[in-house]
């Protein structure tokens, strides 16, 4: 079973070769960046946002904080084995 | 939303000021400060993403980032407007008779068209 989805994932991988659905060292690079990007602006909106004088500000700051952290989880997605979008 | 004359014909759009700074300005950051930086952050955040975007081929990830790149775009300018509310961003306005000159300018270009619309 477990080969089977296996072998169905090759194929699959192979079916698209042709979509650019491959990373290329490029692409690579650039997630990595981008993943190393992300998560210090992450720790700066909280940081930001606990200095914060104005709750307000503190609440919109984590907000962006948040946004942050979670386009940290999805472009991790692309350098994940186990993750069918290869 | 004010606009205050200046000596010259220039006018400062703004908003009254009623974002709280300490009163006496010391080394540390302050509210605006760190809005400062944030706008900074994601100023070069959206620039990594824009250039990224040219270059890759992988077609989802393409996908991906762009959308990834919007979501900072609208972050950046949600962080100006608060900003700008607070009355901590004064932007002068260009004076109208200019704009309208340049209005003039490039209406007559039109006739440069290559194309019959």
């Given at each position: 079973?477990?080969?089977?989805?296996?072998?169905?994932?090759?194929?699959?991988?192979?079916?698209?070769?042709?979509?650019?659905?491959q990373l290329s060292t490029k692409d690579f690079n650039y997630i990595k960046d981008h993943l190393s990007w992300e998560l210090l602006?992450?720790?700066?909106?909280?940081?930001?946002?606990?200095?914060?004088?104005?709750?307000?500000?503190?609440?919109?700051?984590?907000?962006?904080?948040?946004?942050?952290?979670?386009?940290?989880?999805?472009?991790?997605?692309?350098?994940?084995?186990?993750?069918?979008?290869? | 939303?004010?606009?205050?004359?200046?000596?010259?014909?220039?006018?400062?759009?703004?908003?009254?000021?009623?974002?709280?700074?300490?009163?006496?300005?010391?080394?540390?950051?302050?509210?605006?400060?760190?809005?400062?930086?944030?706008?900074?952050?994601?100023?070069?955040?959206?620039?990594?993403?824009?250039?990224?975007?040219?270059?890759?081929?992988?077609?989802?990830?393409?996908?991906?980032?762009?959308?990834?790149?919007?979501?900072?775009?609208?972050?950046?300018?949600?962080?100006?407007?608060?900003?700008?509310?607070?009355?901590?961003?004064?932007?002068?306005?260009?004076?109208?008779?200019?704009?309208?000159?340049?209005?003039?300018?490039?209406?007559?270009?039109?006739?440069?068209?290559?194309?019959?619309?």
């Amino acid at each position: 079973m477990q080969q089977q989805s296996q072998q169905m994932k090759q194929q699959i991988k192979h079916q698209y070769a042709g979509q650019y659905s491959q990373l290329s060292t490029k692409d690579f690079n650039y997630i990595k960046d981008h993943l190393s990007w992300e998560l210090l602006a992450a720790k700066k909106c909280a940081h930001y946002a606990q200095e914060s004088q104005d709750p307000q500000l503190a609440t919109l700051i984590n907000q962006i904080g948040l946004m942050h952290q979670r386009h940290y989880n999805t472009l991790l997605q692309y350098v994940n084995p186990q993750s069918v979008q290869d | 939303m004010q606009h205050i004359p200046t000596n010259t014909q220039e006018h400062i759009m703004m908003v009254q000021q009623t974002g709280n700074l300490p009163q006496v300005k010391d080394p540390q950051m302050n509210d605006r400060d760190r809005l400062n930086d944030l706008l900074a952050t994601e100023k070069y955040l959206s620039m990594g993403y824009n250039v990224a975007l040219n270059e890759f081929s992988h077609r989802e990830l393409y996908d991906t980032v762009k959308m990834i790149l919007s979501d900072t775009h609208d972050a950046h300018r949600v962080t100006f407007e608060q900003m700008f509310n607070l009355g901590w961003y004064k932007l002068p306005q260009q004076p109208l008779d200019t704009v309208a000159l340049a209005y003039n300018q490039f209406s007559n270009y039109q006739g440069q068209f290559p194309y019959q619309q």
